[in-house]
């Protein structure tokens, strides 16, 4: 759910979770932050679920919330995992060009290719792809990204 300015007003502050969010966002886990602004102020979460978040303060304030969640289907997903994607196959392989510019940009400066797109073999002898290469008898790169080979 993205940043708002909300104004708790007498008691509480109730906050309707839009439905764009509630689709996609699991029950369990969700995390609310809130930031009173232009004076000092306690704020605390009565309850939140997918429907609202009711928020509590010591007085009337105006206060920046945001809320976060696990989106559904990802609950215990580790985001990061082995390198699978951006390893060169070979020691001749080129940058490839369905990459962003960005992501391009990133694997120059990261060195694993230079800035004319070739594979940078300091940093593949470095990681050791290129032993992973040179067992790979398929020629399909299989050994360098861990993959079986196809048949």
Do not use: C
């Amino acid at each position: 759910m993205p940043t708002r300015t909300f104004r708790r007003d007498r008691a509480l502050a109730t906050i309707v979770v839009p439905e764009s969010f509630r689709l996609v966002t699991e029950p369990d886990g969700l995390r609310v932050l809130a930031t009173p602004t232009g004076s000092l102020a306690t704020i605390a979460v009565k309850s939140k679920d997918l429907n609202t978040v009711v928020l509590m303060a010591s007085q009337d304030v105006d206060f920046d919330y945001q809320v976060n969640g696990v989106r559904k289907g990802y609950v215990g997903y580790d985001p990061v995992q082995p390198n699978r994607i951006y390893v060169p196959h070979s020691a001749s392989d080129t940058l490839p060009t369905w990459l962003t510019d960005t992501q391009k940009q990133t694997l120059i400066g990261n060195g694993t290719y230079h800035a004319d797109g070739t594979v940078n073999l300091t940093t593949a002898h470095a990681l050791g792809w290129d032993l992973l290469w040179a067992s790979d008898s398929t020629g399909t790169g299989a050994a360098a990204t861990g993959t079986a080979a196809a048949k």
